[in-house]
């Protein structure tokens, strides 16, 4: 492991070969404070994905794991490996700001939760954010003309201090519940609703009409219904 940085952003992947190359572009051309490394899991990505020469600290780690729905273990994978003082974990899908990076770097907090909109990484890797650009990529026309871009907090992308996601990452389910009751005993200190930075997200899934939507094939295909119906078959039969 090398020296120890500020912050590791952990990217789960599965496919998605393009929008890979977009993050990576965008990333590389912000550029990511000195403090920053990107620890970029593939999860069973077939073909495998491969990366370009950055001007930032990157590591790309291959699973080697075919199953499907397993992005929480790979997230786990990447935190092992990362350097971070602080983890900021998203998903492939979602899009950091260097704002959001310059809150996580001055925070005071523990934990940081995201306000969230849609936005496009395009070909060139620039962030596009106005509603023609995201309803072009699927985003429910009526809806962005009625109610705009914001959409509801990523439950799966946060910052947390590494030590700190170590005490509550076998919780599970319970993940977030466990934070807020260390929160209300005192433990830890999150982030307060109004100084929470933004995220951005492409608009694919449920806000898109579809739960499986990805109107430009982006992404994996795993069917979300079908990961659904699976978890709800686990908790049943836990009972």
């Not at 009409?209 to 295909?221: E, I, K, P, W």
Request: charged share 30%; hydrophobic share 35%; net charge positive.
């Amino acid at each position: 492991m090398g020296k120890a940085l500020k912050v590791s952003i952990i990217i789960t992947v599965l496919d998605s070969h393009e929008v890979v190359k977009r993050q990576l572009l965008y990333l590389n051309n912000m550029p990511l404070p000195d403090d920053v490394e990107v620890i970029l899991v593939d999860d069973g990505s077939k073909p495998v994905i491969e990366v370009p020469d950055v001007e930032f600290p990157l590591i790309l780690h291959k699973t080697n794991n075919y199953e499907p729905w397993t992005e929480h273990i790979a997230r786990h994978v990447g935190v092992l490996i990362s350097s971070g003082e602080y983890l900021v974990c998203v998903d492939i899908d979602h899009i950091i700001t260097k704002d959001l990076l310059e809150a996580v770097i001055n925070t005071n907090c523990d934990v940081m939760k995201f306000r969230r909109r849609f936005g496009i990484l395009n070909k060139y890797g620039q962030l596009k954010k106005d509603r023609a650009t995201v309803i072009e990529y699927g985003a429910i026309a009526d809806r962005v003309n009625r109610r705009g871009t914001k959409i509801s907090p990523p439950g799966n992308c946060y910052m947390i201090r590494k030590d700190l996601y170590y005490s509550v990452v076998d919780n599970g389910k319970r993940f977030w519940h466990s934070l807020r009751k260390m929160e209300e005993q005192g433990r830890l200190t999150m982030c307060k609703t109004d100084d929470r930075p933004l995220i951005y997200a492409f608009p694919i899934g449920r806000y898109c009409g579809d739960t499986d939507a990805d109107s430009l094939n982006l992404f994996h295909r795993l069917s979300r219904k079908m990961n659904a119906y699976k978890e709800a078959e686990k908790y049943a039969g836990a009972r």
